[in-house]
Each structure stands twice: as structure tokens, then as C-alpha cells.
């Protein structure tokens, strides 16, 4: 079988050369870098570097906090999607809108930001403070940022999936005598979950590697709140290019299984969304 | 408020009683309010503290002008290098059959799982003192990283995918006929692409350009690893932030910051601006 | 200019599109290629305009093997079945599209560029809309500028996909006789495919009746619709019903009864094609086939009832037209005989065919207009 079949329209083999030379030289070849660099290390030397106690710590805060961040994100981004799409309030559009903030603002902007209104003589610190609450300088601040750049990736991947479902299903469930919180659990709930998942994902994934935002509001004690990205870029300003590099190399790894876990889901998702589709409009005859 | 709050839904038999709407419609703000209004506004607020006079000094004084220049600059290169390369991917991936196909967009999406720091490193690791791809360029008086090439070669790479993402699903929604029609006139490849393709595209072009813009200029974790962080040289304005910032000179950091939060915002601005007028001319998921 | 496609094969991964296609088309003929969908008219059609290209077999333009002429040299219009209009040109430049990307002297200046896409505005009917935009048009508006922009590169052939198919059944009706004018006018060599039996029957010369990649027949208008080759075709063109008969001594028995006389040599089971509209009621001394009456619906022109055969209790569909004077006798629950005008057989076991055909076969068929 030939690379493609033949086509009616020029310019495949200059736009996939083209295509394939860029991502070559400005992604692929600097990311195995990466791999190249670290197998210069024995696999014991790999092992001293990534178990000694403060990478582990770092690992463990950035996946923990990730973790935690993207889970309160898929509750509160649903909340939010659900508010969205199926109810009026005055100021929905700008909502709307705002929704995708941490996408557009700066991540260093978010940062600072934070840390002025969650520090203790902040807009919000202030009155958490006397309660014993310290959210800046702790991992809880970690938390707060990761929140704020995860939202939009649960919103943007269950409003769409929410606004696609018919109003027919929840109403067939209501005249088949379910109550309202039946039919949210059994009826829409199944049908939001693969988008639910992959927002939960995709916010995951992107709070593992998130710097900018957090460094300002995490404190950056090591052993405590130092997390990953922070340690990589530690050990670059002590010129240990090969502590930088394992602990950068273990996060690729990571980063990319979580790339095929999001595929998966995505793709699980795409499937729910034809499936129901297909129920909804039967097919008309395909092209030949 | 009630009759307010209530909008359409009402009319329907499935949904949530009046006051369990009131109450998910104020969770659900009261949580956009905290997370991302707050932020925002503290960043304009903070910025003003101390009057406007300190303002426009934060804004005019050398190093941040040289901050302001860099950022342009690099913007400048990377975001048209990535518009032409989305461009061709767009036409080879939407456009063409071939094997591999759903690799190579894996691939193209692949800098958004890297963390920044990360993203960073790899040309630290290529192009550094020791540097595995150092000795191409030790016979001439290039340097690379914590320099200029540095900080556009990580923009280039954060921002990588912004076009390509946004043209490939767009122009597989789209399908061959138009170009198909436009060649069975007599047009050839380039007529084709220039008075069919790229009109049917322009406004998917600009949204994905206006996203790619917005990251290239806010990026803080990549830039800040190949940077070197030398004042009124290799300091772009999210670096100058942070410079200021940990100099505890808030009111400057803010008012950089500020400058930032409105690129956002215009952006933001913008984009759904392109939603709602050319809603239809982008690809499926930005269809409001 | 006349087509010629030879031995055209087409494979989509493992899906057989096109098998060993031989076609002969004349200068100036109307031909419709006509089929389910997923038969292959489409991409038949595709291959002959140069948008895909066959695994084997080559197509020959006035004699030349086209397969080296990519497609924009290939001088065909072609009309997509959603048109594929350039949404961000107006009507006048998407017809004068073709004229304008020509390069050096062959193309005309900027007046006869303008003058010649008004004409053909003219010739499909939409002069004065010139300067409006596509998705200010109807349906079929569309379509007439598609067929505009298709004709002003003076294509040696015109292939049209499924052309009135996204539209109302009226306008369809009217753009059919329009384009049977126009093609009168015109005198191209024109291709179009379609799913709709009515539209290629009404519009074409000849038909060409596709099924599972292969040409079920090919010929005139009454060729096809009064001699089908096969059961296949039979089915596909208009209503039919299916009776299970025995054709015993240059009998055709059904249920027990003598239907008609067959001139033929051969015994046993077989399958009786006859259209609802080719059964009258019998006169007395005529062969029949004795039928009971269940319902009877009048709808506009044409007058509809179900009957069965008594035995075997099969029903079948029976049409007459609505001033005609059988009609007074279908009353429900009444037995009449029933004259199969005209009909195909096809056996219906492969062994009853004597040299060993395994498909369905034709063997005979009886055509009474006129009584004995």
C-alpha cells in the first residue's frame, strides 16, 4: 500500500514534508533530547536521583495537588457548564466569556494575583487568617492555582456534550414516573461522564506540569510545597543538568501516558456522542 | 429576582424547582466570582495602589520597554512561523488520506502535555554550555540559549499546536468540494488554495492566531528556563513581573501584569466576538 | 465528445466499489447512471471527472486515455450535489471563476469575463442576480449557478452528482424539464447520477442500472423499464409483485390456476414479476387468475387495491387509473379474475436453469397487449 492514495488535489507531499520537518526540528528531536540525556545515566544512577526524598516529595506534591485541584475542578466546571447552558441570569454572556480567562491571562499574572488575594493581608486571606485558615505559602495555595488554570478545560469539554443532549431524553425519563435527581443520575449523568473524564484529565495533566501560577503562591519549601517543575528548575541553576533532566524525563513519561489516556477517553467520548446521535436521527443513506 | 433568575426553564416540565436553580446559579457564580473575577480585578486594583503617576513610571522606565520590545518580538517570529506550519498540517491532515494520519495529529498536539519548564529545558539540554547539539553552532558567535534564539525557539514551541488545532478540524468539516469544484474550473494548486481554501478558513485563521498570540506573549514557564533573566536583555514582560515581584515592588509587577490582563482580555474580547459573528465559519467546537 | 470507460475496477479498502465497468457513451447523449446507494454510480462518476482514479481499467476521452490529465485539465463540469458554491464570492464570480484563473491569453479580458458570465446568468435564468451572494439564494437557484460556473469553461462533458437531490420534489420537477432544455440547447455530452428511478427515466436517453458495483443493464428508457434484464432491475424501477409460480407444459400455474401461456420448453418453480399497473380484470375468455378483493384506496389519479390470491393467501398490489372502467368491480370482499398484461418470469432455482446459470434467470416473458 503507497504512503496515501492517489487525489484529485495538489500539494500533499510539500505540505506533509513541510509538516513533518517542522515538527521534527522544533518538537521531536529536542524532546528525545531528553531521553538521549538521561540515558547517558545508569539505570541506578536514575533510580538515586529519583528516589532521594526531595524529588519524591516534589512528585508526589505535584501529582497530589494536580489530583486534587482537577477533581474539585470536575465538580465545580460541571456545576458551572450545567448553570451555563440550561439556565438565563442576567451577565451569562460575560460569564460565559470569562470562562476561558486562565486560558488567555498569563500564567505569571495569575500567579501574583492569587497570592495577593490568598495571602494573609489579602482581599480573602484577610478573613481566613483569624480562623487559623493559611492559604498562601501552603500546598492548599497550590490547590487554589491549579483550580483556577484547570476550570476551563472541565467547562469547555462538558458544555458542548451537555447542550447536545435532547431535552426528549430527560423528558422520556420524567414520563416514565423518574424524579428529577433519578433522571440527572441515571439518564444524564451516563451520557456526561466520558467528557467529564476527559476534562478531569485534561486538567490533571496540565496542573502536573503547571510553574508559572504556582510559584508564586506555593512557598516553594522543599519537602513541603516544592513542586516538580520548580525542582527542575533548581537543579538547571545548580548546573545539574542530570538531576533536571531524569525528574523532566519522568514527567514526559507521565505526561505522555496521561496524552493517551486522554485520547482514549476522547475517543470514548466521540463514540457516546455518535451513538446518540445515530438514536436521534436515523441515518440517511450514505454516500456510495 | 426570582422572575429573573427562573428565565426560559421554566416553561419546561424537566427541571429543577425555582429555588434549587437560585441556589446553582449563585454556587455556581459565587465560585467564578472567587476564582476568577477576584483575581482579575485585584491585578487592576493592585496595579493602581499607589496612583497613576507610579503607574505609567512601572511602565516607561528602560527595562520595561526593553521588556515590552522582546515580548513583541518574539511573538512577532513565533506566531507566523506556527500560522504557516498549521497551514500546511491543516491541508496534508484535513485534506489528504494517508497512514499515520491520527499519529501525526497526536504529535502536533504533543507540546501542550509538556510541562513549560520542561519545554524549556529541552533547548537548554540541545544548546547549552554542554549541550548535546552545542557544537553546530560553537564556530560561530551564536548563542542560544539565554539569549533571543533561546526565548523564541521555547514561544515557538509552547504555542506550536494554537493553529494547527483550530484549522484541521475546520477544514475536515469542510471536505474537497470547494477545491475540487475550484481545479475542475481550471485553477491550479496555489489559485486554489488562495481563492478558495484560505477565504473559507480566514476566520478559524484569526481565532487560532489570536490564541497562539496570547500564549506567546504570556509565556512564563519555557522563557524563564532558556531566558537567563538579564535585565533590559532577555527579559520578556511576564519575566519582568516576576523580577519585580520578587524585588517586592508590587505596584510596578502589577502594573506590568495589568498590561498583560488587558492583552487578555482584548483577546478574550475578541474571540467571542469571532464566535458570535463567524460562529459558523469555526470549526464545531466553538459553535455558540 | 464520446466517453469510453474500459474494465474500471475501484477498491475501497475491502469494500469492492467498481468491478470491471465497460461503458461506451455517445457525443452528445443524456445518460443517467442510476442505483441504490453504496452501488458505485457516484464513484463511477468521480472517476470519470478525474476527482479519484480507478485501481485498473482506463477511461478514453474522444478516443485518448485521460488517465495522465489531471483534473483541471480535464475540461468537465462538474455539478457537486451540495454545490459546492464559494460562499465568499458573489454569484457572477463564482460562475466567472473558471475564466478568471486562467492564465496568459487564454484568458479574456476583464468586460468579455463579465459579459459572458451574465449570458450564462441569462441561460440558467438568473439574470439581475449577479451581484448577490450564495446563501442569499433558494435551493434551486443554487443549483442553476452551479450548472452556470460548470458550463462557462465550454466543458467537453458534463457530469452532475445527484443534482436535484437536496432539493423540494416541486422545484425538482421543474429544474428537471429545465435541464433536459438546456441540454437540448447545449448539446454537451452529459452524466448524472441519481437514486430516484422517476428523474432518470424522465430525463435521460439512456439509463445505466448500477448495483453492487457492477452494470445491472444499460439501454433506452423503454428498454429498461419494459424488458429488464434481471429480477434486480425489475425491483428497482417502479413497484412490483412477486409471485411464486410453477411453469408446467408451456403452463405458468399459480396457486393451482392457469395464469398465462409460456412458449417454452422448461418445467418447474420460477418467480412471476408483474407491476401493479399491468393487472386488469380478465374478460371471460381470457387466462386469469382468480383473486379476492381485501381493500381498495383512492388516491388522486390513481386508484389502489390489495387483493389475494385465495390459496396461498399472497397479496398483491393492483393499480388502474382512476376514470378506468375496472374499477367499478374492485369491491372488497368481491372475487374477480385478475389478466397479467404483462410480466417477467425468472427461475427461481438455479437448477432449473438446463445450462447451469447459478443467478436468477429470465426465462420467459409474455406481453398481451392485445386480446387473442
Not at chain 1, 25 to 47: N, R
Not at chain 1, 107 to 135: C, D, F, H, M, R
Request: aromatic residues 8%.
Amino acid at each position: 500500500m503507497p504512503l496515501s492514495s492517489r487525489s484529485a488535489l495538489p500539494g500533499f507531499h510539500l505540505a506533509l514534508g513541510y509538516t513533518l520537518v517542522y515538527l521534527s526540528l522544533i518538537v521531536l528531536i529536542p524532546l528525545a533530547g531528553v531521553f538521549f540525556k538521561a540515558a547517558e545515566l545508569s539505570l541506578a544512577e536514575i533510580w538515586a536521583i529519583l528516589s532521594s526524598e526531595r524529588v519524591l516529595g516534589a512528585l508526589k506534591l505535584s501529582f497530589g495537588t494536580a489530583l486534587i485541584a482537577a477533581a474539585l475542578n470536575a465538580v465545580f466546571g460541571t456545576l458551572v457548564a450545567w448553570v451555563l447552558v440550561r439556565y438565563d441570569f442576567p451577565g451569562k454572556r460575560l460569564f460565559d466569556a470569562m470562562i476561558d480567562l486562565p486560558f488567555a491571562l498569563p500564567t505569571a499574572v495569575a500567579g501574583i494575583s492569587l497570592t495577593a488575594l490568598y495571602a494573609g493581608n489579602g482581599w480573602i486571606g484577610q478573613w481566613l487568617e483569624p480562623l487559623g485558615i493559611k492559604i498562601a505559602f501552603t500546598p492548599v495555595g497550590i490547590i487554589i492555582a491549579l483550580l483556577f488554570i484547570g476550570l476551563p478545560f472541565v467547562v469547555r469539554t462538558v458544555e458542548p456534550v451537555l447542550r447536545d443532549t435532547e431535552k426528549e431524553l430527560e423528558e422520556a425519563s420524567a414520563s416514565l414516573g423518574a424524579n428529577r435527581w433519578q433522571t440527572i443520575r441515571l439518564v444524564l449523568f451516563p451520557s456526561l461522564l466520558p467528557s467529564l473524564l476527559t476534562g478531569f484529565a485534561l486538567a490533571f495533566a496540565r496542573g502536573v506540569g503547571e510553574y508559572g501560577s504556582v510559584i508564586f503562591i506555593a512557598g516553594n519549601l522543599p519537602y513541603v510545597s516544592e513542586i516538580a517543575p520548580l525542582l527542575i528548575v533548581i537543579r538547571l541553576e545548580e548546573f545539574d543538568y542530570a538531576g533536571a533532566t531524569v525528574v523532566a524525563a519522568a514527567m514526559l513519561v507521565i505526561a505522555f501516558v496521561m496524552l493517551l489516556v486522554i485520547n482514549g477517553l476522547q475517543a470514548w467520548s466521540n463514540r457516546h456522542k455518535v451513538r446518540n446521535q445515530s438514536l436521534a436521527l436515523p441515518v440517511q443513506g450514505g454516500k456510495p | 429576582m426570582s422572575a429573573v433568575l427562573s428565565g426560559k426553564a421554566s416553561h419546561s416540565a424537566v427541571t429543577e424547582s425555582a429555588s434549587v436553580r437560585r441556589l446553582l446559579i449563585a454556587g455556581a457564580l459565587l465560585f467564578l466570582l472567587l476564582f476568577l473575577l477576584l483575581p482579575l480585578m485585584s491585578v487592576f486594583f493592585e496595579a493602581l495602589r499607589n496612583g497613576i503617576g507610579t503607574y505609567v513610571e512601572a511602565l516607561t522606565e528602560p527595562d520595561a520597554i526593553a521588556a515590552i520590545k522582546l515580548t513583541l518580538f518574539a511573538a512577532g517570529i513565533a506566531v507566523p512561523l506556527n500560522l504557516v506550519f498549521g497551514v500546511a498540517a491543516a491541508w496534508a491532515v484535513a485534506k489528504f488520506e494517508f497512514r499515520g494520519k491520527t499519529l501525526l495529529t497526536t504529535l502536533i498536539d504533543l507540546p501542550f502535555s509538556v510541562s513549560p519548564v520542561v519545554s524549556g529545558l529541552i533547548y537548554v539540554l540541545m544548546f547549552g554550555a554542554s549541550g548535546w547539539a552545542a557544537g553546530l553552532i560553537a564556530d560561530t558567535n551564536i548563542q542560544i540559549i539565554f539569549a533571543l534564539p533561546g526565548i523564541v525557539l521555547a514561544t515557538i514551541f509552547v504555542t506550536f499546536p494554537f493553529v494547527a488545532r483550530e484549522l484541521i478540524p475546520l477544514m475536515q468539516e469542510q471536505g474537497t468540494d470547494d477545491e475540487q469544484a475550484a481545479l475542475s474550473l481550471g485553477a491550479n494548486g496555489w489559485q486554489t488554495f488562495w481563492h478558495v481554501t484560505l477565504p473559507n478558513v480566514r476566520w478559524g485563521l484569526l481565532y487560532g492566531v489570536l490564541l497562539c498570540n496570547a500564549r506567546a506573549m504570556g509565556e512564563f514557564g519555557a522563557v524563564s528556563v532558556v531566558s537567563g533573566h538579564i535585565r533590559g536583555e532577555t527579559n520578556t514582560m511576564p519575566l519582568h513581573v516576576e523580577i519585580l515581584y520578587n524585588e517586592y515592588n508590587f505596584a510596578a509587577a502589577f502594573a506590568m501584569a495589568s498590561v498583560l490582563a488587558s492583552l487578555a482580555l482584548l483577546t478574550l474580547g475578541l474571540k467571542s466576538l469571532l464566535e458570535t459573528r463567524h460562529g459558523e465559519a469555526l470549526s464545531q467546537s466553538h459553535k455558540h | 465528445m464520446d466517453i469510453t470507460l474500459s474494465t474500471i475496477d475501484k477498491q475501497f479498502g475491502q469494500f469492492k466499489a467498481l468491478d470491471n465497468i465497460d461503458l461506451h457513451i455517445e457525443s452528445g447523449e443524456l445518460i443517467a447512471l442510476l442505483g441504490p446507494s453504496g452501488s458505485g454510480k457516484t464513484t463511477l462518476l468521480r472517476i470519470i471527472a478525474g476527482l479519484e482514479f480507478a485501481d485498473g481499467g482506463a477511461v478514453y476521452f474522444g478516443g485518448e486515455d485521460v488517465a495522465a490529465t489531471p483534473l483541471r485539465k480535464r475540461q468537465i463540469g462538474f455539478v457537486f450535489q451540495h454545490y459546492a458554491l464559494f460562499k465568499h464570492m458573489t454569484v457572477r464570480d463564482n460562475v466567472s471563476f473558471g475564466l478568471r484563473v486562467r492564465k496568459g491569453e487564454t484568458r479574456p479580458d476583464k468586460a468579455s469575463i463579465r459579459r459572458r458570465a451574465d449570458e450564462l446568468l441569462d441561460l440558467v435564468q438568473l439574470s439581475g442576480l449577479g451581484d448577490r451572494y450564495p446563501h442569499q439564494l433558494s435551493g434551486g437557484q443554487r443549483q442553476r449557478v452551479a450548472l452556470a460556473r460548470a458550463l462557462a469553461i465550454e466543458p467537453k462533458v458534463l457530469l452532475l452528482d445527484e443534482p436535484f437531490g437536496a432539493l423540494d420534489a416541486k422545484v425538482r420537477k421543474e429544474l428537471r424539464q429545465w435541464l433536459r432544455e438546456l441540454h437540448q440547447k447545449t448539446g454537451v455530452t452529459t452524466l448524472f447520477v441519481t437514486h430516484d428511478q422517476e428523474e432518470a427515466l424522465e430525463l435521460a436517453d439512456r439509463v445505466v442500472i448500477m448495483s453492487d458495483g457492477k452494470i445491472a443493464q444499460v439501454g433506452s428508457v423503454d428498454d429498461v423499464y419494459e424488458r429488464p434484464a434481471s429480477p434486480l432491475v425489475f425491483d428497482f424501477l417502479g413497484s412490483t409483485n412477486r409471485i411464486s409460480a410453477q411453469v408446467q407444459d408451456g403452463d405458468l400455474v399459480v396457486g393451482g390456476q392457469q395464469v398465462a401461456r409460456y412458449n417454452g420448453d422448461q418445467t418447474g418453480s420460477a418467480t412471476l414479476y408483474v407491476r401493479p399497473g399491468d393487472l386488469r380484470v380478465a374478460g371471460a375468455g381470457d387466462p386469469g387468475l382468480e383473486v379476492t378483493v381485501l381493500n381498495v384506496q383512492r388516491t388522486g389519479p390513481i386508484v389502489r387495491a390489495t387483493v389475494e390470491i385465495p390459496p396461498t393467501g399472497q397479496r398483491l398490489a393492483v393499480e388502474v387509473p382512476h376514470l378506468h372502467h375496472d374499477v367499478k368491480e374492485f369491491v372488497p370482499e368481491q372475487t374477480l379474475r385478475l389478466r397479467l398484461m404483462q410480466f417477467s418470469v425468472f427461475a427461481a432455482e438455479p437448477e432449473f436453469i438446463k445450462d447451469g446459470v447459478s443467478t436468477p434467470h429470465l426465462i420467459g416473458r409474455e406481453r398481451l397487449r392485445q386480446v387473442q
